[in-house]
């Protein structure tokens, strides 16, 4: 066994992790060939387990020095850890992360939110029900079974906006291309985050993204295959809900090629030529 970190989890009662912070940490120490030193807990007494160093998670000690938040994890692993293969392997794919990370977040974390805020609070344990229910219906705007009612006429569209993902990885194996960064682990960290709570699936059973899912929590002996997540692939689609998702894509944008007249004519029919 090689060397290994401190690690606080964030936890609900099946043992899972929940927060999407903590779980793209998790793969990201383990991505630097270290080993998980696993300190158990769920939200409450999160001051009392790490001796007052912080009150929120993702945390790490790492030969006595403590290191927060999960950017700033990412960073003192690439820093300390250089010989292994990068988390963040230029700049610029800092820069596209922070876009990608924000896009995803609007288009579907903070809407599954709404749709499984009540799932969230009754997976967690027991102690930590009270606080959940009260700081998520402040943050929601209401009572979170009123916030969750009629989640089976949103997740269609949620699904369906997850279409720039699914282009990406339509032709790549990883977010990172031939493997993975910390692209995949900030994005599979949300996955299994609706993962730990959602008692119905979001997305259907033949999403393109499902290969990609499988493929980064099989990674590091299974680290994302915990048997206390729930099923996230299985929505079926019903008559006047938007697609799920594009069958037929990769056809415009960037998927387009020009290789000469005879690969744009049928376009050129349908709107005519210039005048």
Not at 92 to 105: C, G, I, N, P, R
Request: net charge negative; aromatic share 10%.
């Amino acid at each position: 066994m090689g060397k290994s970190v401190t690690f606080y989890d964030l936890q609900v009662s099946t043992g899972a992790t929940i927060s999407p912070f903590v779980w793209a940490t998790k793969f990201a120490v383990r991505h630097k060939g270290l080993e998980l030193d696993i300190v158990e807990g769920g939200f409450t007494g999160i001051m009392d387990r790490t001796g007052g160093k912080t009150e929120r998670l993702p945390a790490i000690v790492d030969e006595g020095k403590w290191v927060l938040d999960s950017w700033g994890i990412v960073e003192y692993l690439d820093e300390t850890y250089p010989d292994a293969p990068p988390l963040i392997p230029h700049e610029s794919v800092a820069t596209m992360l922070k876009a990608l990370d924000a896009w995803f977040w609007g288009a579907a974390v903070g809407p599954w939110m709404h749709c499984y805020c009540a799932d969230y609070r009754d997976v967690c344990f027991e102690r930590d029900k009270d606080y959940v229910t009260r700081s998520r219906a402040l943050m929601l705007g209401g009572p979170l079974e009123d916030i969750q009612a009629g989640r089976e006429d949103r997740l269609p569209a949620i699904s369906a906006a997850l279409e720039p993902l699914r282009l990406a990885l339509r032709s790549s194996d990883f977010l990172g291309g031939n493997a993975p960064n910390y692209a995949d682990y900030r994005i599979i960290g949300s996955f299994l985050w609706l993962a730990s709570l959602a008692q119905t699936p979001a997305l259907a059973a033949d999403d393109p993204l499902r290969p990609w899912y499988k493929r980064v929590c099989a990674l590091y002996g299974g680290l994302g295959e915990h048997p206390g997540l729930f099923p996230i692939f299985g929505l079926e689609q019903r008559e006047g809900d938007p697609d799920l998702f594009v069958r037929e894509a990769g056809k415009g944008g960037i998927f387009k090629r020009n290789t000469g007249p005879a690969s744009t004519s049928a376009e050129t029919k349908m709107i005519g030529e210039p005048t």
